[in-house]
């Protein structure tokens, strides 16, 4: 970011670097885009009372900056206010989970299973303190789903928190449903779900959550490297065989055949991937 003021006019110059984390469509070369923002006071009507507000342009909320990855975007501020102001541009990450079946083998046994894009575990997301991230679920399965973010608040935003006739309906086969996740509080390691009957057991990932940029540092010494863990369990069968089955009986279901790290069940167990202790 680049700041350039002007005190005797209450201008400034500011240009945005939008980097690689910000996860939209990629175009075929980067563009410039250009804005204007007038800080000024407008009235505004809510709840039976008029007064005025700071806006941007007039508009409450203001205008949306939209751009590729890899754009340079341009703000020119002016302030037309009698208060001092600055701009702080959060983190806003856009990214695709394709639920889909895929085809893994595992304890000499191969079968279909639940994954996002195709990977299990499913994919880690990082961000940092502050950030929202945004995440674009297709569901090509056969069966609903919904996405739960396991330890994250989402205060005021419940209908992205996942839970299956709770906070949201089901996302049928082929549908599709964007859920926003902002990380308010939150720093550290959490994970994501689904939140769909079993479909946890395949359909889950890390997220990490670093200190906000130029913020707090970590609240513990900072670590030499990172590495991530993910327990889960393994079952030969369909999952939904198991769950069938327990809810048929009333009984408890089947113990899992395997516990796995990173989706690997580990040397003791047969036909397992070397290396996994």
């Not at 959490?190 to 959550?209: F, K, N, P, Q, Y």
């Not at 513990?220 to 769950?243: A, C, M, S, T, Y």
Request: aromatic share 12%; with cysteine.
């Amino acid at each position: 970011m680049v700041l350039r003021e002007n005190w005797q006019l209450g201008r400034a110059l500011v240009v945005v670097l939008l980097y690689w984390g910000f996860f939209c469509l990629r175009p075929v070369w980067s563009r410039s885009h250009r804005h204007v923002f007038n800080i000024e006071e407008a009235p505004y009507t809510r709840l039976c009372q008029t007064k005025n507000i700071l806006t941007v342009n007039g508009k409450y909320p203001g205008p949306t900056i939209r751009a590729y990855r890899g754009d340079t975007v341009i703000v020119e501020v002016y302030n037309r206010a009698n208060t001092n102001i600055t701009l702080h541009w959060y983190g806003y990450f856009l990214r695709d989970h394709l639920i889909e079946e895929a085809t893994y083998t595992r304890l000499c046994r191969t079968k279909s299973i639940l994954t996002v894009n195709g990977q299990f575990p499913g994919p880690t997301i990082y961000a940092r303190h502050g950030d929202t991230v945004v995440i674009k679920a297709f569901n090509r399965a056969d069966q609903n789903i919904t996405l739960h973010w396991h330890g994250v608040k989402q205060p005021r935003n419940p209908w992205s928190d996942g839970p299956a006739y709770i906070t949201q309906c089901p996302i049928k086969p082929g549908a599709s449903f964007t859920y926003r996740i902002v990380f308010s509080t939150e720093e550290g390691t959490l994970w994501w779900h689904a939140h769909s009957d079993w479909a946890r057991a395949t359909v889950h990932g890390a997220i990490v959550v670093y200190p906000e940029l130029g913020g707090a540092a970590f609240p513990f010494p900072r670590p030499h490297q990172h590495f991530l863990i993910v327990l889960g369990e393994w079952w030969k069968r369909d999952v939904n065989e198991v769950l069938g089955e327990m809810l048929q009986t009333g009984g408890v279901p089947n113990v899992s055949d395997a516990f796995t790290i990173n989706g690997e069940p580990g040397d003791l167990y047969p036909c397992s991937k070397r290396g996994m202790q």
